[in-house]
């Protein structure tokens, strides 16, 4: 069973940054796709960034130009860099990992924002 765990939520003041951080129970590159989603209160589950096995990244529009994706096979991590982060970023963010059609997700970490 495929577990992953994140960390690094925080509460943090307008233009502050974050990373967050998630490890993975194995081989990260077993995966076609891990990413970052997010929820905020309220509203549906949306996609935030994505990076695939061959190293290929996708972001939401709202995202792009401050957050940034990356990972390490070695640590089996992926982590989420969000920078000037702003009161809408706020959420719990949720680590997925895709095998062919199947998603795991973790538990959630929670990022605010406020002043």
């Known amino acids: 069973q495929v577990q992953l765990v994140e960390s690094g939520g925080d509460l943090v003041q307008p233009g502050e940054s974050l990373r967050l951080s998630c490890v993975a129970s194995e081989n990260i590159f077993n995966f076609n796709r891990m990413g970052w989603y997010r929820q905020a209160p309220g509203q549906q589950r949306e996609l935030v960034a994505t990076?695939?096995?061959?190293?290929?990244?996708n972001y939401a529009d709202s995202v792009k130009g401050r957050f940034a994706i990356s990972r390490s096979g070695a640590e089996k991590t992926v982590w989420l860099q969000m920078d000037n982060l702003s009161p809408v970023d706020t959420a719990v963010f949720y680590c997925?990992?895709?095998?062919?059609?199947?998603?795991?997700w973790g538990q959630g970490t929670q990022v605010t924002v406020s002043s």
């Open positions: 997925t990992a895709q095998i062919l059609s199947r998603n795991y």
């Open positions: 990076i695939n096995v061959g190293g290929v990244t």
